[in-house]
């Protein structure tokens, strides 16, 4: 299966900065899935920029709910009114900042599927929990309590000890982990686990991207801040498995 580069632009950038962030990538990657999920305010703008290109548009968040009074919230409906074709649901970041639980991230995945959006559900410990031998019960937590019976999208694996500090998992904790994140989805989705794609998260950048892309189990890669630079993003890409 082809891998999947992500970029999560987070919280950065005018709509016009993003618009000409779009426009760098319309020439696309070979060989691999390339998907940017910019603010929902630029969503218009860069999937605008991006018609009839291979690069596709999602967001970083949705309520459960697809309308209703949730005042600052946007639904899986409106994202993909906006030209979204998949979502991020269950970061780290909303994960501690907003107090999301398993079960809300549960909700938020099947609203995207409703929607007609892929939705990407990341997992993912901390420090102290690996620190203490807990990250398989944490992550198999994760995974039971995330993703509903029907699910049908991709498993983010981002270790919040590695998100946005400058260091990366090591290539043996990366394999380890999405190897027991195989388990478990085959362990639960049979035949469709086999090929559910699991992306790495955490620090991904064109000097590491290569030996990540490169580990069995390894989907693809969610990206953070060498997302919002178009040469290091396509570096990234380039360095997908050309399977």
Not at 99 to 104: G, I, K, L, S
Not at 126 to 133: H, I, L, N, V
Not at 149 to 162: K, N, S, T
Request: with cysteine; charged share 15%; hydrophobic share 45%.
């Amino acid at each position: 299966m082809r891998q999947l580069i992500a970029g999560n632009w987070k919280m950065n950038g005018t709509s016009a900065e993003a618009a000409a962030l779009a426009a760098a990538l319309r020439p696309g990657m070979e060989g691999c899935d390339l998907l940017i999920c910019p603010p929902a305010t630029q969503l218009v703008a860069v999937a605008t920029a991006l018609v009839g290109t291979v690069v596709a548009v999602g967001g970083q968040d949705c309520h459960a709910a697809p309308s209703g009074a949730h005042t600052g919230d946007i639904s899986a409906p409106m994202l993909r009114d906006a030209g979204a074709t998949w979502v991020i649901v269950g970061h780290s970041e909303r994960r501690a900042e907003h107090h999301e639980t398993d079960a809300m991230v549960c909700e938020k995945a099947m609203a995207a599927m409703a929607a007609g959006l892929t939705p990407i559900v990341c997992v993912g410990e901390s420090d102290a929990q690996r620190s203490s031998g807990q990250e398989h019960e944490v992550i198999g937590a994760q995974l039971a309590g995330s993703l509903p019976q029907d699910f049908r999208g991709v498993i983010a694996y981002e270790p919040l000890w590695a998100i946005g500090s400058g260091k990366s998992a090591s290539e043996s904790d990366v394999q380890t982990m999405h190897a027991f994140i195989r388990a478990e989805l085959v362990r639960r989705f049979h035949r469709a686990g086999l090929v559910m794609r699991i992306l790495y998260g955490g620090s991904v950048k064109p000097s590491n991207a290569a030996e990540l892309l490169a580990l069995q189990d390894v989907g693809g890669v969610l990206v953070g801040g060498a997302s919002l630079v178009a040469t290091d993003f396509l570096a990234i890409a380039h360095a997908a498995r050309r399977d």
